[in-house]
C-alpha cells in the first residue's frame, strides 16, 4: 500500500472515529468540503505541510502517523500542551518559573470564560 493511500484512509478513520463530519473537518481546516473528500478517497494529496500538521493536531496523532510511516498514533505526544500551542519538548525544556507563569495566564483565562 502506497503512502498517498495510507493517508486517504487514516484521514477518514480518525474522523470517523472522533465523530466528525466532513463539514465540521473542513471548517476547522479552513478548506472545502469537496477538497477534504478528495483527500479522503485518495483522489488528491495535501500539498501543504501545514495542513498535515494541522489534521494532525485535530485527530491528535503524529504527522508520521497520518503519512504511514509509522503504526504508533502518538508517540511521545502530550497534547494538553500541544493544545496550547507547545510540544513536549519546549514545554519541559521551560524553567520551572515559566512553566508556572503559562499556569497563571491560563487560570486567569478560563476564569475569565
Do not use: C, H, W
Request: hydrophobic share 35%; charged share 30%; no cysteine.
Amino acid at each position: 500500500m502506497d503512502s498517498k493511500s495510507i493517508l486517504s484512509q487514516r484521514m477518514k478513520k480518525l474522523r470517523k472515529e472522533l465523530g466528525y463530519t466532513q463539514e465540521y473537518v473542513a471548517k476547522k481546516l479552513n478548506i472545502s468540503i469537496a477538497a477534504l473528500s478528495r483527500y479522503e478517497t485518495g483522489a488528491f494529496e495535501p500539498k501543504s505541510v501545514d495542513l498535515i500538521v494541522d489534521l494532525a493536531l485535530l485527530y491528535k496523532v503524529s504527522t508520521d502517523y497520518l503519512l504511514g510511516k509509522t503504526d504508533a498514533r502518538n508517540p511521545e505526544m502530550d497534547f494538553d500542551k500541544l493544545d496550547i500551542g507547545l510540544s513536549s519538548k519546549t514545554y519541559d525544556s521551560l524553567t520551572e518559573s515559566q512553566k508556572n507563569k503559562i499556569r497563571k495566564i491560563i487560570a486567569i483565562l478560563v476564569a475569565e470564560e
